[in-house]
């Protein structure tokens, strides 16, 4: 299997193949966590208009996002694995609105094969899902803001070297891959009392290692990118 590496905005639209955008702190563990949590879908807007849009059309949806990091006045709730693990989301369809994950899985779906949610948490479950396929396979880390220029989320790279590297068959040290993510800039916040958009729960949950037996997998429905869980043979 031929493993390609990508980052950022301008990575998920040149992105081939299978295409896992990956985004730990914290958009596509948030998913993972409210997909355990009973959600039956995911639901990706890019901006929070679309959000509100899609509540006053469906009045069960659940906003779940951030803007800059921090909640959107108006939805129900930020982008937090701490809370979706708190909640009761069986058979609920959430609509995940982020500043950087969420960007690029939109700008890769037009370029893409196959379209994969990737953290740590459904790690091995993606890495079974991408073999099953059989393709080439892009790993996009997005880092922060989802910006085309001055990523700064190593999270993010660590999951996509660990990927890579379970793929490819070749060894790799997880102590140093976890030291990346502890040191990233949005761990420090994690752990900063001071900054109230990020939780210590939610950094210690996003690194629970393949956590999860299932994989998210996001395609269009009637227009919308929608992601469900999947949890491969």
Not at 5 to 15: N, S, T
Not at 131 to 145: D, K, P, Q, S
Request: hydrophobic share 50%; net charge neutral.
């Amino acid at each position: 299997m031929r493993v390609r590496r990508a980052r950022g905005l301008a990575g998920a639209r040149g992105a081939r193949g299978t295409v896992v955008v990956i985004d730990v702190l914290r958009a596509f563990t948030t998913a993972a966590y409210a997909c355990a949590s009973g959600a039956r879908a995911i639901e990706l807007v890019g901006t929070p208009e679309e959000g509100f849009a899609r509540k006053v059309a469906e009045a069960s949806l659940v906003l779940v996002g951030e803007v800059g990091g921090r909640p959107i006045a108006g939805f129900e709730h930020g982008n937090s694995p701490e809370r979706m693990q708190q909640l009761e989301l069986v058979g609920k369809t959430l609509v995940l609105r982020s500043s950087s994950g969420v960007q690029g899985a939109l700008v890769a779906l037009a370029s893409c094969e196959a379209l994969f949610l990737g953290s740590l948490v459904s790690a091995a479950a993606t890495e079974r899902a991408v073999r099953a396929l059989g393709h080439e396979v892009t790993l996009v880390a997005m880092g922060a803001g989802g910006s085309e220029i001055g990523l700064d989320g190593p999270e993010d790279d660590a999951c996509a070297e660990l990927m890579a590297a379970r793929l490819e068959g070749r060894p790799f040290e997880w102590a140093a891959l976890e030291r990346l993510v502890r040191s990233s800039p949005a761990a420090r916040a994690a752990l900063d009392p001071a900054e109230t958009w990020i939780s210590p729960g939610d950094l210690e949950l996003a690194l629970a290692v393949d956590r999860f037996d299932f994989a998210l997998r996001a395609g269009l429905e009637g227009g919308r990118l929608v992601a469900r869980p999947a949890r491969p043979a």
